[in-house]
């Protein structure tokens, strides 16, 4: 564990040096953003060592309308382990360091930063649209989003309790984080670059004699639950039985050509590849089913593992495929009559599908200890369609915590000799359950018209804005003492410092 701690790859270790121009009423002219970051002894080739910094200066500011943009990316190499990537590359930090300034630029000219927020949100007539970092936005629901999570919590009269308590001497804050999360990456973000990474998806189909079906899938499931989308992809299509649906995964002696699961690309790119697959073998079992029947194909449908005509049961998809495997002269010449099926997904023209968010934080911030605790968390997110609004809740809430973590608590500290001074976990410090707030997720959907399954991306989303939303909390509450604090994690330490205690 401690050479893990110590020579595994290292991340979001960046100084950005940022400002955001407003005019006099709160609209937002532009931005500019320069990322110092460190890249570790060495790169990596030829998947580039620049990616994440190459994320925070597309995405700085991305959720806003502004026409004037200037970035600068440099990086240093320093005798640390190399630079990685882990969830939401470079987003959480893009993140944060947009919503500060729109809390400081709201706070200087005196506006409330939530109308702020909304003034300057990417909305209608604006999509779609590419932003002037260079990211293509399809659509973005950010107002929507916010409306949404204003109902969620109450703020006048979170403020009204706000004032209260601050005359006893405790402070709490409210923070709000807009995050754009970009999904399911396309091959051409590899390929252009000669790197040897699929980013394509491959759904192979098989209908036994005993009615069930075998799903293999390029897709892996390390626990987000991608198997069961899958599943429910295919017997949604099929019409049959969930519990007819056999996935295999992770196999690659077994399964088809797949890029696997990482990049919030699972549901987006396997779950259409399984689509297509699931067309295609429906198809084939109602043209056999209608060819045996004399009926017309149009005229047929599959409900519950039945072919049935207007309601009325003709023959379960069992006797299908038992005719399919083992009477298949029975089946009239001409009639498309494969049992196994396969079908393919690569997207073209595009390198990412982008979801949206808003994220909202409560916290409150112990002056004398310089300790933060978390007391509620909101976050309304899209994510185009949701197969699964249970699997896509947890994915989002185990995100907010791994952000909470990057917010409060987790830190790759070094002293002035290079040693490693939080290689376990006695000193490198990470969320527990019992200082968790509560997470309350909401959705809305607006599919993407992509695909055809309409589905993006949704396992990095809660990383991506809990960082900004806990950073504006915590400079929320101690706004009164005149104090503000810009670096994560915000340690006790940091905090104190930051208040002149230390």
């Not at 970009?182 to 091959?187: E, F, K, N, S, W």
């Not at 689509?275 to 449908?301: E, F, H, M, Y």
């Not at 049935?308 to 049961?313: K, L, R, T």
């Not at 089946?331 to 009559?337: C, K, L, R, V």
């Amino acid at each position: 564990r401690l050479e893990s701690f110590l020579a595994d790859i290292h991340c979001r270790d960046h100084e950005v040096t940022a400002r955001m121009a407003f005019s006099p009423s709160g609209e937002i002219l532009a931005v500019e953003v320069d990322d110092l970051f460190n890249a570790g002894a060495y790169g990596q080739y030829p998947r580039t060592s620049i990616a994440e910094g190459n994320q925070i200066t597309r995405l700085t500011g991305a959720p806003y309308r502004h026409e004037h943009y200037t970035a600068n990316l440099r990086m240093a190499f320093l005798n640390k382990s190399i630079l990685g990537h882990i969830r939401s590359v470079g987003h959480p930090i893009a993140c944060a360091v947009a919503e500060r300034l729109v809390d400081m630029g709201a706070a200087k000219l005196g506006l409330d930063p939530i109308e702020v927020r909304r003034a300057n949100y990417l909305h209608g007539d604006d999509f779609p649209r590419t932003s002037v970092g260079g990211v293509e936005f399809e659509y973005l629901s950010l107002r929507g989003c916010l409306d949404k999570a204003l109902t969620m919590i109450d703020v006048p009269g979170f403020r009204e309790e706000q004032a209260n308590l601050r005359a006893k001497g405790i402070y709490r804050g409210l923070g709000v984080g807009t995050f754009v999360e970009l999904t399911a990456i396309g091959p051409e973000y590899y390929g252009q670059g000669g790197q040897h990474i699929s980013a394509q998806e491959t759904c192979l189909l098989r209908l036994e004699a005993s009615g069930d079906v075998r799903c293999y899938t390029g897709a892996t499931d390390q626990g987000q639950g991608i198997d069961t989308g899958i599943q429910q992809v295919v017997s949604d299509t099929l019409g049959v039985p969930l519990a007819a649906i056999e996935v295999i995964s992770g196999d690659s002696a077994l399964c088809p050509v797949g890029g696997g699961s990482w990049g919030s690309r699972g549901a987006a790119l396997a779950g259409e590849a399984a689509l297509r697959a699931a067309n295609t073998l429906r198809r084939n079992i109602l043209s056999i089913a209608a060819g045996l029947l004399q009926k017309d194909v149009a005229a047929l449908n599959i409900e519950d593992g039945t072919v049935v005509e207007a309601g009325i049961s003709h023959m379960t998809v069992a006797e299908v495929a038992r005719i399919g495997h083992f009477q298949p002269y029975a089946i009239p010449d001409g009639i498309p009559a494969d049992l196994t099926v396969v079908e393919r997904y690569a997207t073209k023209d595009r390198l990412f599908l982008a979801g949206n968010g808003v994220q909202i934080a409560t916290v409150e911030v112990d002056v004398d200890t310089g300790i933060v605790t978390p007391l509620r968390h909101l976050v309304v997110h899209d994510c185009g369609r949701i197969l699964n609004p249970l699997l896509v809740r947890e994915q989002v809430r185990g995100g907010v915590v791994q952000g909470i973590g990057s917010a409060l608590y987790e830190e790759l500290r070094y002293d002035d000799d290079g040693h490693l001074l939080t290689g376990s976990f006695a000193d490198y410090l990470v969320p527990m359950a019992g200082e968790m707030p509560d997470i309350e997720v909401a959705h809305l959907e607006n599919p993407t018209a992509t695909s055809e399954l309409g589905a993006k991306g949704a396992g990095e989303a809660g990383t991506a804005g809990a960082v900004s939303a806990i950073l504006n909390a915590v400079n929320d509450a101690i706004a009164p003492l005149e104090a503000t604090i810009a670096e994560v994690p915000v340690t006790p330490p940091r905090l104190l410092k930051a208040l002149g205690q230390i």
